[in-house]
């Protein structure tokens, strides 16, 4: 028996689209450090018990990463779902696993598959990819390059806090297509520059580019069409929550495997 704690705390103070990231400093990045002193606690209490963690976040500084290792005694690697279809969304994953141990993968059966994300060892998913005929976009389609898989949809980001919209990061600055940079503006910035880009929009019958709606980005992330979607609410896609099904289920149940 594994006593097994699962969790994804808030992001928005470790992510890189911010120049100004106050990381485990911030309001939200401490809850990170809250939930390492909470689970270290309860692990104290049950010394007689075999314990597992599994937490999501971003990349974020190599140090910060090092730290919350430390702090629950895990090793963090890297995952992108990208692995899986259509969507970028490289994530790291903190664990217990033994990966020296691990040779094959769950999947098929052939050798592991390692690289390199940023300064973080990335481990390949080598199972099933999804496919835009899967998809339903009703008159939509993806950018062809993306229907070919020899691109995928940058990472998605919630919208901008406030009307003033989302600032481009500093290594993008002067550095986007103009058509890009204009559906970005004439969206009031709501969402990251890279949101804006041929390959991340869908394109109406005319050949008109068009963001992606919730129910859309529900699907990007292998979600049933309005499945975060309650009575009376925006999707939490159109909202400062991410979902907890899809990719980030099928990615819990791939670690899950080596517990």
């Known amino acids: 028996m594994i006593v097994l704690f699962v969790a994804a705390p808030p992001c928005p103070d470790f992510s890189k689209i911010r120049d100004d990231a106050p990381g485990s400093a911030g309001p939200e ?57 259509l969507i970028n969304r490289p994530r790291l994953w903190w664990s217990r696993i033994n990966w020296s141990k691990i040779r094959s993968s769950p999947w098929t059966g052939h050798r592991l598959k390692w ?50 919209g989302r600032a ?43 963001v992606p709606s919730a129910d859309m980005k529900e699907q990007f992330h292998q979600l049933p069409a309005q499945f975060t979607k309650a009575t009376g609410c925006l999707s939490v896609l159109d909202t400062e929550c991410w979902p907890t099904g899809g990719i980030l289920v099928r990615r819990a149940n791939y670690f899950r495997i080596f517990f």
């Open 29 to 85: 990045g401490q809850k990170f450090t809250q939930y390492c002193a909470f689970v270290n606690k309860i692990e104290e209490q049950i010394p007689h018990k075999r314990v597992g963690h599994l937490v999501e976040n971003v990349l974020m500084a190599k140090g910060e990463a090092d730290h919350f290792s430390s702090r629950l005694d895990c090793q963090a690697v890297a995952c992108d779902s990208a692995d899986l279809g």
């Open 168 to 210: 481009a990061p500093r290594k993008l600055r002067g550095r986007i297509p103009p058509e890009q940079r204009s559906r970005w503006m004439q969206d009031n910035r709501c969402f990251a520059p890279w949101q804006y880009a041929d390959h991340a929009m869908v394109y109406g019958p005319a050949g008109e580019p068009t």
């Open 115 to 164: 690289g390199k994300a940023q300064k973080f060892h990335r481990v390949y998913d080598d199972g099933p990819r999804q496919d835009a005929s899967q998809l339903d976009l009703g008159e939509f389609k993806l950018h062809h390059t993306v229907e070919n898989q020899s691109a995928r949809i940058p990472c998605l980001t919630t919208p901008a806090p406030d009307e003033a």
